[in-house]
């Protein structure tokens, strides 16, 4: 085995920043504040960079000026030029920042309530589809297959979907019957919870992997 | 009852030692495990192998640094094997702190493979706007994204001459770390303009996409660094994922112990204080 330090500079930066993060897990530390403000200034900066530049510039700003240039100019929706109405959102954009005067804050509910309604009217419909109706179609399967294995697997989906949603219907006392249903259905629950936490474990161990591979690998060269 | 008292008190910090150690040991000095790959990431993997060659593939990438491990090797994997079809791949990032790490990875392999940028693959880079971005592509990609992460006008590309909406892919590749991504895309897009849909996704989120799984919505799935490492084997490689599995084994059975001995202390105090 044999050590191949990295002869980049921004190589050397992530792996101290690691190291700096990673000395929270003995204590609090100032080398721990440092990478986290640092991180924090640094995010914000570049997020409100890249937004600008690929978001507000090529979205909003470049077609509004082409608009005023096109024959016709602005107003040429006759044409099928309608890229001045994307003036009302940039309205609506700017709006938003009234919040950060306190007398006519009250304008920035406009665009969140312009927000809120896109966004329920979207989520509402996909859902729908996608987790109802497919979900319900997908949950009706034929019971007996014919073979043993495909057979046993719907009849265990069956009973757990049953049981799950018997789970959640508090109109009743859970006693007798719908007490027992209830019961297998807390048994598959658990599971699903146990799967869960299994993968978030999964989940986290991998990221702890990630940066170690970053470190005996990109940073040491260990090989 | 000694040793009780002591894992009761037992400073935390030796926990992440030993789970440090667990990890790092076995990445310096790697120890062969067996791998299977599952019918999910067989499913991911049967779904691009049956594209015709020459395919033009709708790629979103909706991850950034904080999910690297999990998403890089899937990512790069992907993007050798649609490569390696001679797929046209246009990718899209929908999470702000992505559209640098994902450009990386597409010129790290479009380099490997001498595949051209603007003619074998584009990256357009990220628009803000989450499902409302998703929807909109579904009328124009090209007026979606006007300009490409480079600057240059999206349009013009070779590769974005027959591309329109999601009619012009036959396959979605969604790589996603979390909101937005598979999730919003099922919703939003999979449902309403009936693509064909596959997903590679982190462990964490990974069972809540069974359903889809199951409802046939997504065609395969890979669940974190253990998916794309069964994906390297599918595909004959060998990456960061693949040598991962080793300390994630390590780590996982040594966090079972600790859930085992956790329940045991307890049972043990219980029982003394009814003593």
């Known amino acids: 085995m044999s050590f191949h330090p990295s002869s980049d500079v921004g190589v050397w930066v992530a792996a101290l920043l690691t190291l700096c993060i990673f000395s929270f897990l003995y204590k609090d530390n100032p080398f721990y504040k440092f990478a986290e403000h640092l991180f924090v200034g640094v995010s914000a900066g570049y997020y409100i960079i890249l937004n600008f530049w690929t978001v507000v510039v090529p979205n909003l700003w470049e077609p509004l000026v082409k608009s005023f240039s096109a024959p016709g100019g602005p107003t040429a929706v006759e044409l099928g030029d309608y890229r001045i109405w994307l003036a009302l959102p940039g309205v609506l954009g700017v709006l938003l920042f009234t919040r950060l005067f306190g007398r006519i804050g009250w304008l920035s509910r406009w665009s969140l309530a312009v927000i809120i309604g896109v966004y329920a009217g979207l989520k509402t419909t996909g859902f729908a589809q996608s987790d109802l109706v497919s979900q319900v179609q997908a949950s009706l399967v034929p019971i007996f297959t014919g073979s043993f294995w495909p057979s046993f697997n719907a009849v265990l989906f069956s009973i757990g979907l049953i049981c799950s949603l018997l789970f959640f219907f508090f109109s009743r006392e859970h006693k007798g019957a719908l007490g027992g249903a209830s019961k297998v259905g807390i048994l598959f629950l658990m599971v699903s919870f146990g799967a869960g936490y299994g993968y978030t474990v999964m989940s986290r161990i991998s990221l702890l992997i990630g940066r170690l591979q970053f470190l005996v690998e990109d940073w040491l060269g260990l090989r | 009852m000694s040793l009780v008292r002591t894992l009761e008190t037992l400073d935390r910090r030796w926990i992440f030692l030993i789970v440090g150690l667990l990890v790092l040991i076995p990445l310096i000095w790697p120890l062969p495990l067996p791998l299977t790959v599952s019918r999910r990431v067989q499913g991911f993997h049967d779904a691009i192998e049956s594209l015709p060659d020459g395919s033009t593939v709708l790629m979103s990438c909706d991850w950034d640094p904080s999910g690297k491990p999990e998403m890089q090797p899937m990512t790069r994997t992907a993007l050798r094997h649609l490569f390696s079809k001679n797929c046209k791949v246009v990718v899209t990032v929908l999470w702000n702190g992505g559209p640098g ?73 969604s790589i996603s770390s979390g909101y937005p991504g598979t999730k919003e895309y099922v919703q939003q897009v999979q449902g309403r303009f009936h693509i064909r849909m596959i997903a590679g996704v982190t462990a964490v989120s990974a069972p809540e996409y069974y359903p889809y799984l199951q409802s046939g919505q997504l065609l395969g799935l890979l669940g974190g660094m253990a998916g794309a490492a069964e994906y390297e084997k599918a595909r004959g490689e060998s990456g960061g994922a693949t040598r991962g599995m080793v300390p994630q084994s390590f780590a996982h059975l040594f966090v079972a112990f600790c859930i085992l001995a956790g329940n045991g202390v307890q049972w043990l105090k219980r029982r003394e204080a009814h003593a």
């Open chain 2, 101 to 173: 790490i994902v450009d990386e990875q597409l010129r790290f392999v479009a380099d490997e493979m001498g595949k051209k940028y603007g003619e074998d693959y584009v990256n357009l880079g990220y628009k803000a706007g989450n499902e409302a971005v998703m929807v909109l592509m579904g009328q124009s990609i090209a007026s979606t994204f006007p300009r490409d992460i480079r600057g240059g006008v999206t349009a013009d590309y070779p590769i974005m001459k027959k591309v329109r909406n999601y009619s012009s892919f036959p396959l979605l590749v």
